[in-house]
């Protein structure tokens, strides 16, 4: 059922995997420890508040590539009935607020059944037991309005985060005249000082601003860098090109995964060739990749991600394939993407095959590439290939003409493809049939191999209108076959002759006489 949903966005490969797994829980809010009360160990961390497990999980992170790993665990938890915790902030001192609605809130939750309006909730603080509270945490006893920028500037790097916020949100609100400060501030020692710095300057916005924000690109630390690109990707700033394009080498994944995601939003054309290349040295990094491919998607230029389509590396071929059949005019041909299918790599080849399988009027191109897909039986991943293009196109005539040839027998007397392949195929046939089917479907369905008489009647279900019904009544008949299966093909008759034989109706009557197992006895 994801198909349906995710039909509408463009792709940039599979889908990624999830930062941590929670379960089959309601999360309703998150917050991300910002103050040092709680320690070291814990700034960074999100806590979540899950509505329907009256608990508050706390999930550590850490660095994985160009994203994040979690590892969860319950921070605090009650039995109490009718607690739905809400929502979990962190106060200006560092202490956590805990939203509690009680058992009055109950929309969009299927597990609350009615309002119990007696059970009213509540807000509720922790703090860590020791914590010195801060002095002032919010900063009300500081002088703000008269504060010059440059004295605004020390508290860009102050412990307390509200008091952090204060000071950039002031000197955002002075515009040009903080950009000066702003910009002596890249050069603090302070980590925090120099990452709001280059906060205050992206809310200002103007072009004084991005210039100076831009000299963050080059800061020593990774850190610094990423918020930089962030920068860039919020202001749109078009004279930031080159320097993201060099950014997308950094040493830092994180780095390179936000250089990509403004490259995108700057739509230049010019950063095809350096994302591209970007990709073909990214292993084991879906994340970053993502970032990448997405890039392409985002800048959408058809004439220069095509060139992508002969770049020297597997992965960067991947990268422009992917966009390049997604983009509205991209004028995607048959000929690389089953190129891409025939290639040794892996990656190619798992890329190749959806946007493939999706142009049914690739016909032509199909039935070439099947004789090589089924060229090496011991070569699993070419055959899975060859079954999923055998399915996708069997209503082409080229490739009904194809499977023609396959299902008469070799010199030897076997058919030339594995029959569970072509059975499997005919069964998705809906709406398609061809005459040269029905010989191999009724020797399949006659065979000792079960596996291969249950795909043939399932293949024969598909295509029940062909008449099918005295071949289904005579396996019916067999006794050496298992009930299940003789009650199977008894089902698939059904509708053609509507008088049951004796032993027939003896057959599906004989679960419920002798107590058989649920599964028989619904079936019958």
């Known amino acids: 059922d994801q198909e349906p949903v995710l039909a509408e966005f463009r792709r940039s490969g599979d889908l990624l995997t999830a930062l941590t797994l929670l379960g089959h829980v309601a999360p309703s809010g998150t917050t991300l420890v910002q103050h040092e009360a709680w320690g070291p160990e814990f700034q960074g961390n999100v806590f979540l508040a899950e509505f329907n497990t009256r608990r508050i999980m706390r999930i550590a992170l850490e660095r994985d590539g160009a994203t994040f790993r979690g590892r969860p665990e319950v921070f605090a938890s009650t039995a109490t009935d009718g607690v739905h915790f809400t929502d979990v902030i962190e106060d200006a001192d560092g202490s956590l607020l805990v939203v509690d609605t009680g058992a009055w809130f109950r929309m969009g939750c299927p597990t609350s059944g009615v309002a119990r309006p007696d059970i009213v909730g509540g807000i509720y603080?922790?703090?860590?037991?020791?914590?010195?509270r801060p002095a002032d945490p919010r900063g009300n006893s500081i002088p703000w309005a008269q504060f010059s920028p440059a004295a605004m500037i020390e508290y860009l790097g102050d412990s307390r985060p509200a008091v952090r916020e204060r000071a950039?949100?002031?000197?955002?609100?002075?515009?040009?005249a903080a950009v000066v400060a702003l910009g002596a501030a890249l050069g603090d020692r302070r980590y925090l000082a120099r990452s709001n710095a280059?906060?205050?300057?992206?809310?200002i916005g103007t072009p004084a601003a991005r210039a100076a924000a831009r000299r963050a690109l080059g800061d020593s630390d990774f850190r610094i860098r990423q918020v930089a690109c962030q920068s860039v990707f919020t202001t749109i700033d078009r004279n930031a090109s080159d320097r993201l394009t060099a950014l997308l080498a950094d040493e830092a994944p994180a780095v390179k995964r936000e250089a990509a995601r403004a490259l995108?939003?700057?739509?230049?054309?010019?950063?095809?060739p350096a994302l591209a290349d970007a990709a073909a040295v990214t292993e084991n990094d879906p994340v970053l990749m993502h970032a990448f491919v997405q890039a392409l998607n985002e800048i959408e230029h058809p004439a220069e991600i095509r060139k992508l389509l002969a770049h020297r590396h597997p992965r960067g071929r991947r990268a422009g394939l992917i966009a390049l059949s997604q983009i509205p005019n991209g004028e995607l041909t048959a000929g690389p993407v089953f190129d891409a299918l025939r290639s040794p790599d892996a990656e190619l080849r798992s890329?190749?095959?959806?946007?493939?399988?999706k142009r049914t009027q690739w016909g032509p191109e199909a039935a070439d590439f099947l004789p090589f897909a089924f060229a090496d039986a011991k070569d699993t991943a070419r055959t899975e290939a060859g079954a999923r293009i055998l399915t996708a196109f069997i209503a082409a005539p080229?490739?009904?003409?194809?499977?023609?040839?396959?299902?008469?027998p070799s010199a030897t007397g076997s058919p030339r493809l594995s029959p569970r392949i072509a059975i499997d195929a005919i069964?998705?046939?809906?709406?398609?049939?061809?005459?040269?089917?029905?010989?191999?479907?009724?020797?399949?369905?006659?065979?000792?191999?079960?596996?291969?008489?249950q795909a043939a009647l399932r293949a024969i279900a598909t295509h029940r209108a062909r008449d099918f019904g005295a071949e289904l009544l005579e396996v019916s008949r067999?006794?050496?076959?298992?009930?299940?299966?003789?009650?199977?093909?008894?089902?698939?008759?059904?509708?053609?002759?509507?008088?049951?034989?004796?032993?027939?109706?003896?057959?599906?009557?004989?679960p419920f006489i002798t107590g058989g197992s649920p599964e028989a006895r619904m079936q019958a």
């Open 168 to 176: 950039v949100s002031g000197l955002a609100r002075k515009g040009d």
């Open 398 to 408: 080229e490739v009904r003409g194809w499977l023609r040839t396959q299902l008469e």
């Open 351 to 357: 890329a190749a095959l959806p946007i493939a399988i």
């Open 427 to 453: 069964a998705s046939a809906t709406g398609t049939w061809d005459d040269s089917w029905r010989g191999p479907l009724l020797s399949a369905l006659r065979s000792p191999d079960l596996a291969l008489a």
């Open 198 to 203: 280059v906060w205050a300057l992206t809310r």
């Open 264 to 272: 995108g939003r700057l739509k230049n054309p010019a950063a095809i």
């Open 125 to 132: 603080r922790i703090r860590r037991a020791g914590a010195t």
């Open 478 to 510: 067999d006794s050496a076959r298992p009930t299940a299966f003789r009650v199977a093909a008894l089902q698939t008759a059904a509708g053609g002759d509507k008088v049951m034989e004796a032993d027939a109706f003896q057959m599906l009557i004989e």
